[in-house]
């Protein structure tokens, strides 16, 4: 790569955006970082440069990841004053680059801010991602990809420094929709595991034990692999916070609403979460819903 292709810009170095920035710097990039809080940008070893704004972290970089919080979040980081559009847009070389969001929002708000780059011959990819905190750490996340098959070979080369499976699904929104089916499953699988340990624990079953004997056949899934064996320690400790689920399940209920889509179960564990929220639980993990049946089995 020239230097220009082994720069990075980097907006959003929180729990996940820090140890995916820390892969790319593993992988030969120089990666110039911004976070709204400060702090969290400059205690990422090996940073470049840690900017002020957007617009300064992206600037002579050919690819720019984008990892925050909400819909909003990417509509400014990437459209405002200070922000990716300005940083980018007004290079004078051949080739603006490319913008990949792996930030989990409405496909309706990537569109959109696909279309407003798109108008500065920038160009854009929904790459939200699957296999959380532990994933970004060893760089083995799961993406779903909407956007410009051409667009996605400009940005495969940061992808792949950060995870194992690269996965286009269609046009710009695309991703952001194989996302939400995969917080579908993940929900279910939740409530499963929440429910299943809750019922062993109130029938006097030795739970490491029965969990050994579940995630050995066709029970087993991610959450009651992983979060099972954290609901058994009652280790409520975030890996996914309650209220980061709530926002991703809030946009499948609308997504779901808006195209007719029947969606029981996802709506069942926003509804459960929801409680915990209310008992100013928001920030513990999912997992916690395990302590949610346990509060409502009968004494």
Known sequence: MKNREKCV????????????????????????????????AEAVAGLAAVCDTPREAVAGCSIVVSCVSDGPDVADIHLGADGTIAGVGERTEAGAGVVVDCSTIAAETARHVHAALGER????????????????NDGTLSFFVGGAAEALEQARPALEAMGKRVTLLGPSGAGQLGKAVNQIIVAANLLAASEGLAFAARAGLPLPALHEALTGGAANSWALD?????????????AFAIKHQLKDLGIVLETAREQGSPVFGAALVHQLLGILEAQDKGELGTQALFALYESLSRQ
């Open 9 to 40: 810009g980097f907006l959003g170095l929180g729990t996940m955006g820090a140890p995916m920035a820390r892969n790319l710097i593993a992988k030969g990039f120089a990666v110039r970082g911004y976070n709204r809080t400060r702090a969290k």
């Open 121 to 136: 011959g920038i160009a854009f990819v929904d790459a939200p991602m699957s296999g959380g905190q532990k994933g970004a």
């Open 226 to 238: 992983v979060l099972g064996k954290k609901m058994i320690a009652r280790d409520f400790l975030p």
